[in-house]
């Protein structure tokens, strides 16, 4: 069954296997004694932070080993803001982070301090002007992801990094979904990264803190992984974390481009799923982007439905779409992107997808998505029908009560029965009409006119452009 989710969490590399389980032997001490096993243990431990380090571009003793990636992103935000505090209590961060970032951001404006948002591009990509212009004097850390972990885009981090350094104030780079792909560019003060996310095993987390940057450690402290992460590490999985991103390094760097050959393989599908597929939006940066990784939104589908059925079908794959959220709000990603949620399907592809999988996965599609709109009775396929010549010239459609994609499929259903000029008003209580319907009407070019206060709801309003 190919399994495309990478981007959630890699399979287990071979190499992590292997020195995983050779470390169950020869790493269940404790690394701080000083008897035989415990050096020994010691020994494979300091290996292990120098091959990551090495892999990272940073210096060995910059790097602490955490239990996940998102204890190092709450780790290295909370430090840096302590050590800071003189210098400012605004925490600065793009508005496509991870949510660790935005649980963090949370947390902090709850302790009084204050989060500044910078927008993204329809791509999903800041600018780094306007990074510059968010820094101000009481900026006290910026926290960018180096690539998105929904839609793939890549961001200017090594320009962002600039501006930081003039203005003096440090960067934390989420590095979790590009570190496999290689180091991250750019003069960063803080990096986070996830083992699972490269095929090491989950529990193991990266936090790199180069030297010079102002950092205090939160919480109850102890002698281990330099008082930032407390408690005995799972030194095993550590190991196997090291080893398998090392191995990553070494294959990218003597053998075969792997990198360039799963691009190739999402290239074929970024091109032919628009072919196949009537009404989707692929979306994410079509050049600046991970190598690996694909995002695209069908119109009037279920997303959790779409889902399903392509597990049947043999497929796995994720969604930032609404309905496969048991809060029924659409992905923030995708929300801030302006694009379309309902549909939505992430293809992630892990190391060593084969050529077939990615034929058989754009041959069983169309078919999926077909039956999902047929379930939900959405809009047949073909041109626009002209208005009947008594046509009324607003239609107010109730959707109240109704989940995505119901409220879109209803809007497609009588746009043509309003002359052009005319209006449709669509009335929901659905979080995602309020991201969909405006991305319905980009896609149809239709005008949307905006949202209106209703007495349950919104009322959301669409002109008929033809």
């Known amino acids: 069954m190919p399994y495309f989710d990478a981007a959630s969490s890699a399979p287990l590399h071979p190499v992590a296997r292997e020195a995983l389980l050779a470390a169950l032997d020869e790493g ?171 095929g090491g095993p989950p529990g193991v987390g990266l936090l790199v803190v180069r030297k010079g940057t102002r950092f205090a450690p939160q919480g109850p402290l102890d002698e281990r992984e330099s008082g930032r992460s407390p408690g005995f590490g799972n030194l095993p999985a550590v190991v196997a974390a090291a080893a398998s991103l090392r191995a990553l390094r070494a294959a990218a760097e003597s053998g075969p481009d792997e990198a360039g050959r799963l691009r190739g393989l999402v290239d074929r599908i970024r091109e032919r799923v628009p072919e196949l597929v009537p009404d989707v939006e692929v979306v994410g940066d079509p050049e600046r982007r991970l190598p690996h990784l694909v995002t695209f939104s069908c119109l009037y589908v279920d997303g959790e439905a779409l889902l399903h059925e392509l597990d049947r079908a043999g497929f796995s794959v994720s969604s930032g779409s609404s309905c496969t959220s048991s809060t029924l709000t659409p992905s923030h990603v995708l929300r801030a992107m302006g694009v379309l949620s309902e549909g939505n399907v992430r293809v992630s592809l892990p190391w060593g997808t084969a050529e077939a999988d990615v034929a058989r996965f754009l041959e069983v599609l169309p078919e999926v998505v077909r039956s999902v709109r047929e379930r939900f009775g959405a809009p047949a396929e073909g041109p626009a029908r002209p208005a009947a010549p008594q046509a009324a010239p607003g239609i107010v459609v109730d959707a109240l009560g109704r989940r995505c994609p119901v409220p879109v499929i209803e809007l497609a259903k009588v746009i043509d029965q309003v002359p052009v000029g005319g209006t449709v008003t669509v009335l929901s209580d659905d979080a995602a009409a309020r991201q969909d319907i405006p991305a319905w009407c980009a896609m149809r070019e239709q005008e949307y006119v905006g949202e209106e206060p209703a007495e349950r709801g919104a009322a959301y309003v669409v002109r008929r452009l033809g």
């Open 28 to 198: 269940w001490a404790d690394p701080a004694r000083l008897y035989r096993e415990g050096r020994r243990a010691r020994m494979l431990l300091d290996a292990a932070r120098e091959a990551a380090a090495g892999a990272v571009g940073c210096r060995p003793d910059e790097l602490t080993f955490t239990p996940s990636g998102t204890h190092a992103v709450h780790s290295g935000i909370f430090g840096v803001l302590a050590a800071r505090r003189r210098a400012g209590r605004r925490l600065v961060h793009s508005a496509v982070e991870h949510s660790a970032v935005l649980h963090a951001a949370e947390v902090h404006t709850a302790a009084g301090g204050t989060v500044t948002e910078v927008p993204v591009d329809r791509r999903g990509r800041v600018t780094a002007g306007e990074v510059a212009a968010a820094l101000g004097e009481d900026a006290a850390l910026v926290c960018l992801q180096s690539a998105n972990h929904e839609v793939g885009t890549e961001q200017p981090v090594d320009e962002v990094a600039a501006h930081c350094r003039a203005a003096g104030v440090p960067l934390l780079v989420d590095a979790a979904q590009s570190l496999p792909w290689g180091p991250v560019p750019g003069a960063w003060s803080v990096l986070t990264a996830s083992a699972h996310k490269w």
